[in-house]
């Protein structure tokens, strides 16, 4: 795929940046702060992700954080009007120019990502079922390499801010107002994302064969998953006997009609007894048991699977993962999910 190079994490690049960055943050210095600068979004975003992993925010200073949320100064001019006793010419305009300093964020990177989505937008080289495909592909790239880095590493930045102790002698005002600016500018960029998402599944659905709703209403295209039927009723079964899917309004039928036909051919729907972290792993095991890879944002488009939340979202599969991503793997419904394929595949 022409957009892997983006999403290749670690490079020269990236590697150069953690090395410097993990020799000496005590002070901001040029190289160190040009290393970072060569990034990408994706790359960034995983940096910042890791380094909260591997760091307490209690431990991480104002200046850390600027080799990675630069401050910039606009400025802004205004002018006040004439009082109405005078006239325009009378005002002395040296007098009524205030200058005012408004200081806000930006990311120390290389912000790329909207136009490979632009690109992706306008090549022309691929039949459109491919192109959909592709930008579909492209939207879960997002979703995993820079959504979900910055999810947890905006969920560690709320924690801290949370239970900070403010009678404490070492509290730092400065480094507080300083991480809810860097939140408030965090959430702007989230927005800024769906809206680069929505744009894609906009794109998505123009470049379908049909941009009318079917009879069935109903979007075109399928998972283009390889699996034989008899282990798609095998994991019907085993889901059913462990009580993850709700087999009241998903029959065995229709349990296939999802994952093996065109979605315009019938109107089904799976509907997992899942949450969003156990569904997540659900598409994961697929991978690794059946190598069957299904794009979140692909289940999204199409409608067609439910958990416990409704109708999959991918973003919100994400933001799940991140908030709890410490204790998932210690949860029993996700080690009677693994076993349940280890199973399947082992008879």
Not at 40 to 57: G, K, M, T, V, W
Request: with cysteine; aromatic share 16%.
């Amino acid at each position: 795929m022409l957009h892997y190079p983006y999403f290749k994490d670690f490079d020269e690049y990236f590697n150069d940046a953690v090395q410097k960055v993990y020799n000496d943050l005590s002070k901001i210095n040029e190289e160190t702060y040009f290393a970072i600068g060569r990034l990408n979004e994706s790359q960034f975003f995983l940096f910042l992700a890791n380094y909260i992993y591997y760091f307490r925010f209690d431990d991480i200073s104002i200046t850390t954080l600027q080799h990675f949320f630069c401050s910039v100064c606009n400025h802004k001019f205004e002018f006040n009007e004439p009082l109405p006793f005078q006239a325009y010419e009378e005002v002395n305009t040296e007098e009524i120019q205030n200058v005012n300093l408004e200081q806000s964020l930006t990311f120390n990177c290389n912000e790329e990502l909207s136009e490979l989505i632009t690109f992706y937008f306008e090549m022309r080289e691929y039949p459109k079922e491919t192109q959909s495909h592709m930008l579909l592909v492209l939207s879960d790239k997002i979703y995993e390499h820079i959504s979900y880095p910055l999810y947890i590493f905006k969920r560690g930045l709320i924690d801290y801010v949370d239970n900070v102790n403010i009678e404490d002698k070492n509290f730092d005002v400065k480094k507080i107002s300083f991480l809810l600016d860097i939140n408030g500018f965090l959430e702007n960029y989230e927005n800024h994302l769906k809206d680069l998402q929505s744009k894609i599944h906009k794109k998505v659905i123009v470049l379908s064969k049909s941009k009318n709703e079917n009879k069935h209403g109903n979007k075109n295209g399928n998972y283009q998953i390889n699996i034989e039927s008899i282990d798609l009723q095998k994991l019907y079964y085993s889901l059913e006997k462990i009580m993850f899917i709700d087999q009241n309004k998903t029959s065995l039928n229709q349990f296939k009609e999802v994952l093996e036909n065109d979605w315009e051919s019938h109107n089904s729907i799976i509907y997992f007894e899942m949450d969003n972290i156990l569904f997540k792993y659900f598409i994961d095991f697929l991978e690794t048991y059946f190598a069957i890879k299904i794009q979140l944002s692909t289940i999204e488009y199409s409608a067609k699977i439910a958990n416990k939340n409704g109708i999959i979202k991918a973003s919100a599969i994400y933001s799940s993962m991140a908030q709890y991503r410490k204790f998932t793997k210690e949860r029993d419904d996700v080690k009677n999910l693994k076993s349940m394929f280890e199973n399947i595949k082992n008879h």
